[in-house]
């Protein structure tokens, strides 16, 4: 395989072009949420869960669109810029509520006698999310199978009540405290440290799979299973996110046609790969037609393989 439209591998210092970068790859990043295709059965199950105010709980392979659901409905629906919390086994469910910084504030009050604690707190995701607030806000719980074992019954616990208490601010002597939000400058009044959110907001947890949850857990979400992608979708979600003209379009079939088959015979491959494959078959620096099949095994290794 040779494919050499930048690195070619002399040394030699020379002046390249690395052309246009796919567009889901241009910085900074921008949402872009009419370009996400529901599968079958999404759109009713988001309604569920905005119907009842429950979490939806979104299951599925690596790259099928889960963490992606969040920002469509979030811009359709008008909930703002949606608050994101990412797990992993060292999340807890305190630094997602609030962050208090005590040994910063130790320092401000021995230095200039200063005791203003709102500097030193900060809303975590879940904590801005249940502020109250006009419109409910959109939070996104990804990849909640890489969490500590406890992680969510202590979630629960907190989407049941719908509330949670800063312990510091309860027992300050100031009654109101406005505290910062996550994700902006915003200060919130917070009194005798209740936070309690008046509006449910609307919160998709995403998983792997990696792991099972209580029955008690999923009781209290709406669940649903991303289905394997068919032909017909990808069609459209290559459409969506590229422009393939009548030339190209004869391969890029082929190559949607072929992943299918390989998703059907049990490999895990993510939609992204397919994009990719196809910005690079598409691209003017495509490779010729010795490298390309090189090039495409390259980009549609299997996930399960390292
Ligand atoms: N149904 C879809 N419509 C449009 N794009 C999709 C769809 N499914 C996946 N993608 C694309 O694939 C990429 C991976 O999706 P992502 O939401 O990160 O998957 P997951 O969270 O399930 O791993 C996203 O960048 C998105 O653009
Ligand atoms: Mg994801």
Redesign the pocket.
Known sequence: MTWTPFYVGDGTPKNVDLGAPPP?RTFPRKP?PT?????PGLVEAVNAALALRRPLL?T??????????IEQVAAELKLGDPLRWHITSRSTLVDALYRYDALGRIHAQRLAGDDDIASFLRLGPLGTALLPAERPRALLI?ELDKSDFDLPSDLLDVLERGEFEIPELARHQQDVVPVRAWGGTDRHPVEKGQVRCDTFPFIVM?S?GERDFPAAFLRRCIRFS?PT?TVE?LQ??VA??LTVSEDDSPAVDTLIAHFVERLHAGESL???QL?NAVHVLTSQEAPDSDATQGVLELILRELSRV
């Open positions: 889901w872009a370009e996400f295709r529901p599968p979104l599925g392979a690596p790259g099928s669109g889960k963490s992606s659901v990804d995403t792997n991303m992608p979708s459209q979600v969506a996110h993510a939609v992204d994009l």
